[in-house]
């Protein structure tokens, strides 16, 4: 993401611009900072849980959304795109350019994103009440992690690699396989520092 150099815009300012650009905006606080672009990997699990979701919702109430759907966090007076989310809730359906209530939010990893991802980003989607899963897939081995809300209100981590075979999402009562989560993916190999 590259910070815009613009003044601290408002919420209503931002959806404005958001409908007028072409190039997609997170919101932070008044900043806005623009988006790059993802890799093969990145956009080919995107797609692929995408579709596993999908099928599994259908019927449910429950929408599933990609990569051009804005989460608003309300708590926090911030805008994120996240790579995928699921909605359950009927308040959802009365904005059509963001969503409020997400039950689960995923965020494909990238090197350029993942300490926001699992930082601030991952603090201002705590303050959504109804999140109850956070799902982080990364890109350069085959690995989840889960954060998920347990009855005390603390979030609880479980990772699953390829070596269980399989992942689950259990807001969703959902499990399948790292088989199908990462099918036509090529690893990314991290970049080394100079």
């Not at 797609?47 to 109430?61: I, W, Y």
Request: with cysteine; net charge negative; hydrophobic share 35%.
């Amino acid at each position: 993401m590259v910070a815009s150099a613009q003044l601290p815009l408002t919420p209503d300012d931002y959806l404005q611009l958001e409908a007028e650009s072409s190039t997609k905006h997170e919101y932070v606080n008044g900043d806005v900072f623009a988006m790059a672009g993802a890799t093969d990997a990145h956009v080919t699990i995107t797609g692929n849980l995408f579709a596993l979701l999908r099928s599994h919702v259908r019927g449910t109430g429950c929408r599933v959304y990609i990569a051009d759907m804005n989460v608003r966090v309300e708590a926090r007076n911030c805008f994120y795109y996240p790579d995928v989310l699921v909605t359950c809730d009927r308040r959802d359906a009365e904005t059509n350019t963001y969503k409020c209530f997400p039950k689960l939010i995923v965020e494909v990893l990238s090197e350029s994103t993942e300490a926001f991802d699992r930082g601030n980003k991952f603090f201002d989607y705590q303050t959504i009440e109804t999140l109850e899963e956070y799902l982080l897939i990364n890109t350069q081995h085959q690995r989840v992690e889960s954060f998920r809300r347990n009855s005390e209100g603390l979030w609880v981590l479980q990772s699953y690699t390829r070596v269980n075979e399989t992942f689950e999402i259990r807001s969703l009562e959902f499990s399948d396989t790292f088989a199908a989560l990462y099918e036509d993916v090529n690893l990314e190999s991290p970049s080394i520092a100079d």
